[in-house]
């Protein structure tokens, strides 16, 4: 019983504290989780935590809550799940509370504005060492199919402004259909 509620406290500490300290977007704190939970602490596997952010990514909602809820879940079931989006969603309410009580002092403040547009050139070089770190979990495996419609999901959004919906339910199809031929032709050999 204590054990669990060891593994409950660092759940919540550990996703609070990612949460109130990530500025940028969901994005940004993947990464970070990736560090925590797969790095510091071994509760998740580097494969895990991909599968896991791309199942975060595809579903709809915020990629930080839908990251910290896959996370709870794998690591300690439904109580798991819902102990991380409290830690997750925590932070952000409480700064948003404090904030908008004083939102004519930040609107028109010199400094902050400085700030925030400091913090945007950090927010920049995270989301690229997601893509870096992402993409090069995805071409380490060296399946030709990852790559073509990583390289192709790429093109479409960014040359041809495809919607991105689209494009996520697209991915889905064809993984899922590159899965089930792996699966038959596994069934097929053994």
Known sequence: MEREKGIYRKLFLSTFQLSACTFGG???????????????????????????????????????VNAAILVGYHTA????????????????????SVISLFYAAFRDNAVINMAMTGMLAGV???????????GAGICRQKRVLHILVLAASFV????????IILVILVCGVIGAADVLCRRRRRKAEG
Do not use: H
């Not at 799940?81 to 830690?87: D, I, K, N």
């Not at 920049?124 to 992402?134: E, P, R, S």
């Open 156 to 163: 479409a959004v960014r040359f041809f402004d495809a919607n």
């Open 124 to 134: 920049a070089a995270v989301i690229c060492d997601v893509v870096v770190t992402l």
């Open 77 to 96: 079931g439904i109580s798991g799940a819902l102990v991380t989006v409290l830690g997750t969603v925590l932070p952000p309410f409480l700064i948003i």
């Open 26 to 64: 969901g994005f940004v704190i993947v990464p970070l989780m990736r560090k925590k939970f797969v790095e510091e602490l071994g509760w998740i596997g580097e494969q895990e935590m991909m599968d896991l952010t791309a199942i975060a990514q595809s579903s709809p909602g915020a990629i930080a």
